[in-house]
């Protein structure tokens, strides 16, 4: 059997491959390129192209392409080949430095927010070299950043690459004045673990909602759901097994670190977690993993769900975005020590990310709000759309200690002891874990638990990357002016707990009254759906914090803004018309024909015995009846709502309307549709119905 060492990361250009093909010339300048970002010289770009190159064709690329993650929120991609014709008739394969720096896509068709007119067509990506190539199928894939003609910024990478370069600027300021001169560069690093659903190819392939919604539509609860815990850390079916190794194969090859694999709480839904590297790879990564989670369910008769809430009854999905900051030299900076009152380093960057989420509260919210996530958001599996912050016992005892001037006794290890003696004893954590928290530090990083399951995590990190920048600049600007850096440093971190104490809360997030306590006596932010907070946005603080720290233009942040509105709705009106098509095409009709062999089974019963009041089917007929016309009856308003909604022209108006309007005439055609499943013969139905699709794998 192969060892996983043998070929991990063996369809990857990566560090190893660059010592052994490039010259040291050549490698040292690429390598100050990737740690120092300094600029890359055209002929070191013709050296790694060719070696790249040459190195893909041994592994059987026949081409390549600049995979790029434009603002759709998935990758895009325009495969070239490598060869080339020769003057004898014969081909050659070529690939130069100027096709690895630069490639031309057609921008007309991606989204731009009004940043470009439609017929303008071209844009380009440019090498990203901080991210390794890699290999797929026959193609060699080159990471870029993608821009149009007028170097207006059209990706998710851009502008994360802007706010890393933001972040480690203003903490090398800060590690600066506290006498650090060795580390030149601080990276955030991240971690996301991936939650996704499997259910057969079969029935998804009989489900329209399914196939063009990414979601179930309709569907009424299983007689059993996740009710006894039984699902989550239990057995893997062996189908799941099966496609859970092959997955992992997949994603060593491209060098992904495939860590942790599990069954999560629903019923076929389990989870992936990473071991956590730098930001703009692990982005990389999160996408590449996404969609190979694609191709390796097919390949196993398997469809993944990626959506939020693909089911309702069930918990839906998510992606843990587990994020720290370290120096280039390999220090932690969110790692407390083991007398955290006493590490004034690590409370100062502690406070700058308390007073960051405090102060960008709507910014965070924002950079996870999609159709799907709002449907997750709030329910009884992810936390809240109220921002806070759970430290934990120790931290939180310490924070007050240094707010109210007093000593911090320290906190004494307490030594776990089960009551078996063969069992061993261990220490306890400091802190407990908080689930219902949407921003829980967790020993030595925090977890921004909000991001959505089939969301790009570059959105998230952009925005908490940038907010810390901006809190440390701030901090750094006070500092540096002082005459007495201990005093100063003291004041500043009591001075931010006070000021910014209320984003703290290491309670139930669940529980109704947090949100009362948190909007009404805090004044912390509940923006409940993307309709209510995208357009906050273009809030004044936003747009100056965003353009100070140059993350964002102001008409960057405008093209956002209008972008993410624009998804929201339309992935609404595609939602309402896909149910408008089932509910008249297959649900009514599946209905009508079992009512009528009810009542001709009812007759034929009475023709043989007329005594017979036939009691069952004739409630049976009443209330289907009165379904059908309840549904026939809201199917209408739905479809006069969707023409409505298209009418009208300001995006902020029509994304109000969808919330407001399309999406509870959607839950009111929903709920007579699923009431007359509980109540027609199976085998009448269109479409698997949640039994079939939640325990269908074997």
């Not at 989420?357 to 936390?383: C, F, K, W």
Request: hydrophobic content about 40%.
């Amino acid at each position: 059997m192969q060892k996983v060492s043998d070929y991990f990361g063996c369809m990857v250009f990566d560090d190893r491959v660059m010592r052994a093909r490039l010259s040291g010339k050549v490698y040292e300048s690429l390598s100050k390129t990737i740690s120092r970002g300094t600029t890359l010289d055209i002929g070191v770009a013709n050296a790694v192209a060719e070696a790249m190159k040459d190195w893909a064709v041994e592994n059987g690329a026949t081409h390549f392409t600049h995979w790029f993650q434009p603002l759709t929120g998935i990758t895009a991609e325009k495969h070239d080949s490598f060869i080339t014709k020769s003057p004898d008739g014969s081909v050659i394969m070529e690939f130069s430095g100027k096709e690895l720096i630069k490639g031309e896509p057609d921008a007309s068709s991606f989204p731009s927010g009004g940043l470009r007119a439609t017929f303008e067509a071209r844009g380009y990506t440019a090498w990203d070299p901080t991210s390794y190539a890699f290999i797929k199928g026959k193609t060699l894939y080159i990471p870029t950043a993608f821009c149009s003609y007028g170097g207006q910024v059209l990706d998710k990478k851009t502008p994360l690459l802007r706010s890393m370069e933001a972040l480690s600027h203003e903490a090398v300021r800060i590690l600066h004045l506290f006498g650090n001169t060795s580390a030149n560069r601080v990276v955030s690093s991240v971690g996301p673990e991936q939650e996704y659903f499997l259910i057969t190819r079969e029935m998804y392939e009989k489900r329209p909602d399914l196939r063009f919604t990414g979601r179930t539509l309709f569907g009424a609860r299983p007689p059993k759901g996740q009710e006894l815990d039984d699902h989550y850390f239990g057995a893997i079916k062996p189908t799941v097994a099966a496609f859970m190794e092959d997955l992992n194969k997949e994603l060593w090859k491209v060098g992904i670190l495939a860590k942790t694999e599990h069954n999560e709480v629903a019923p076929a839904q389990h989870e992936l977690a990473p071991i956590y590297t730098t930001t703009n790879i692990a982005t990389d990564h999160n996408q590449l993993t996404m969609d190979i989670m694609k191709s390796v369910a097919s390949r196993h008769g398997l469809v993944c769900l990626l959506h939020e809430k693909p089911f309702a009854g069930v918990n839906g999905s998510g992606k843990h975005n587990n994020w720290s900051i370290s120096t280039d030299d390999g220090q932690n900076l969110l790692s407390p020590g083991e007398t955290p009152y006493e590490n004034a380093q690590f409370l100062l960057f502690l406070c700058a990310v308390i007073k960051a989420v405090d102060d960008y509260q709507d910014l965070l919210r924002i950079s996870v709000a999609t159709a799907g996530n709002d449907h997750r958001l709030g329910a009884n599996e992810a936390p809240p759309a109220v921002i806070s912050i759970f430290l934990g016992d120790e931290l939180s005892a310490i924070l007050e200690a240094l707010e109210e001037d007093r000593e911090y006794p320290g906190t004494k290890k307490t030594v776990m002891q089960l009551g078996v003696d063969v069992l061993p004893f261990f220490n306890r954590d400091t802190t407990d874990r908080n689930r219902t928290s949407p921003f829980a530090f967790t020993g030595n990083k925090f977890e921004f638990r909000m991001v959505g399951s089939s969301d790009s995590i570059a959105c998230a990190n952009i925005m908490l990357n940038s907010a810390v920048a901006d809190t440390l600049r701030i901090f750094a600007d006070t500092l540096e002016k002082a005459d007495d850096f201990e005093v100063s440093l003291h004041q500043l971190i009591v001075k931010t707990i006070k000021e910014h104490k209320r984003i703290i809360f290491n309670g139930n997030g669940y529980d109704d009254a947090w949100i009362q306590e948190a909007t009404k006596k805090r004044g912390l932010l509940n923006y409940r759906t993307t309709a209510d907070c995208i357009p906050h946005l273009m809030d004044e603080k936003n747009v100056k914090m965003l353009s100070r720290m140059k993350v964002y233009t102001l008409d960057e942040l405008k093209s956002r803004r209008d972008i993410n509105l624009e998804n929201y709705t339309k992935t609404i009106i595609i939602e309402a018309n896909t149910m408008v098509d089932m509910a008249r095409t297959q649900i009514a009709p599946a209905i009508e024909n079992y009512l009528s062999d009810v009542a001709k089974a009812a007759m034929n019963k009475k023709a043989i015995v007329p005594t017979l009041k036939c009691s069952y089917e004739t409630k049976l007929i009443e209330e289907l009846s009165y379904l059908i016309d309840e549904i026939t009856a809201n199917l209408e308003r739905l479809e006069n709502a969707i023409c409505k909604v298209k009418g009208v022209e300001d995006i902020i108006e029509q994304s109000k309307m969808v919330r407001d309007t399309l999406i509870p005439l959607m839950s009111e055609l929903r709920m007579p549709c699923d009431k007359a499943e509980m109540m027609t013969e199976r085998s009448y139905w269109p479409f698997p119905v949640y039994s079939d699709l939640l325990f269908g794998v074997k």
